[in-house]
């Protein structure tokens, strides 16, 4: 997940090199993929990567797809807890392209 994550950025940022973006080990503590300063000026996030063979998103996130030819966002929120909004990575990534006005 990690490498393919680190994949999608190098592919949707061209200026960025295999040293701006690294995956990290499994089992290494931080970031999973780690992003050098010149990254960080078009992604100023830290990315997580987990893969698990069944998560109830992927349901939830199949159903917003059903719902007609945008694209789909899911907003999920746990009790006491933040929401937090899923989406396709590959369009996040685009997203943020687009955000540092690279389009």
């Known amino acids: 997940m990690q490498q393919m994550t680190r994949d999608m950025i190098l592919k949707t940022f ?7 973006v690294r995956s990290t080990s499994m089992g290494c503590g931080g970031e999973d993929v780690q992003l050098s300063q010149a990254a960080r000026k078009f992604l100023p996030i830290q990315i997580e990567c987990k893969n698990k ?6 349901t939830w996130y199949h159903q917003a797809e059903e719902h ?32 540092n006005g690279s389009f």
Do not use: C, N, W, Y
């Not at 063979?53 to 992927?58: D, E």
């Not at 030819?69 to 929120?77: A, M, N, R, S, T």
């Open 53 to 58: 063979a069944k998560i109830a998103v992927h």
């Open 14 to 20: 061209p200026e960025l090199t295999s040293d701006d």
């Open 68 to 99: 007609g030819k945008q694209e789909p966002i899911l907003v999920i929120k746990q009790d006491h807890d933040i929401p937090l909004v899923l989406m396709d990575a590959e369009f996040f990534f685009l997203l943020m392209r687009k955000i």
